[in-house]
T-cell receptor, first 116, second 114 residues
Framework: AQTVTQSQPEMSVQEAETVTLSCTYD???????LFWYKQPPSRQMILVIR??????QNATENRFSVNFQKAAKSFSLKISDSQLGDAAMYFC?????????????FGEGTQLTVNP | DVKVTQSSRYLVKRTGEKVFLECVQD?????MFWYRQDPGLGLRLIYF???????EKGDIPEGYSVSREKKERFSLILESASTNQTSMYLC?????????????FGNGTRLTVT
């Protein structure tokens, strides 16, 4: 079974600075997807970014980018120019592309605080 | 935009009660999911369904059951609520035909069992 680990329960960053959230995963599969979701106090889970394992290029969405290291099974999220609205719980998630169904396996989450 | 609606935002029930959590999605998605969210544990999958009347157990199905009689609706049932089922419950859906499609979530139901 796949597992996802986020080793940083809490992180903080100053507004306008850059922060990196860590995620590692364990799998024997070669074809899969990785996601970062954001959950603000409203509780709505919002997709931040998605990475396909077969793509070498790291995904980018505006101020959000990932560092995907397939051999190391690492998938970190970098937030540039942090804004107060980035404060939220961030979850890393794994989805197999090889098995049926589309369930996601989530990490424990990292609570990000943005200081003004 | 995909909309996933959970019937209750907050719910308080007594131990032993039968509890129904309802979820409806409006995008004709094949797949629907129920997760439970607890501090320090992330989201854990309870049950999922990839078609009407189909269901599969997730990682923590004990004490729960589900029902999917219509494609748009997926219900989570706590047959006899217990205090250890106090938690946040999140429903999600995804398109079955789209490779790598993400999950779309509802706003969650915070259930307290006293």
């Amino acid at each position: 079974a796949q597992t996802v680990t986020q080793s940083q329960p809490e992180m903080s960053v100053q507004e306008a600075e850059t922060v990196t959230l860590s995620c590692t995963y364990d799998t024997s599969e070669s074809d899969y997807y990785l996601f970062w979701y954001k959950q603000p106090p409203s509780r709505q889970m919002i997709l931040v970014i998605r990475q396909e394992a077969y793509k070498q290029q790291n995904a980018t969405e505006n101020r959000f980018s990932v560092n995907f290291q397939k051999a190391a099974k690492s998938f970190s999220l970098k937030i540039s120019d942090s804004q107060l609205g980035d404060a939220a719980m961030y979850f890393c998630a794994y989805r197999s592309a090889e098995t049926s169904g589309s369930r996601l396996t989530f990490g424990e989450g990292t609570q990000l605080t943005v200081n003004p | 935009d995909v909309k996933v609606t959970q019937s209750s935002r907050y719910l308080v029930k007594r131990t032993g009660e039968k509890v129904f959590l309802e979820c409806v999605q409006d995008m004709d998605h094949e797949n629907m999911f129920w997760y439970r969210q607890d501090p320090g544990l992330g989201l854990r999958l309870i049950y999922f369904s990839y078609d009407v009347k189909m269901k599969e157990k997730g990682d923590i199905p004990e004490g729960y059951s589900v029902s999917r009689e219509k494609k748009e609706r997926f219900s989570l049932i706590l047959e006899s609520a217990s205090t250890n089922q106090t938690s946040m419950y999140l429903c999600a859906s995804s398109a079955g035909y789209l490779r790598g499609s993400p999950l779309h979530f509802g706003n969650g139901t915070r259930l307290t069992v006293t």
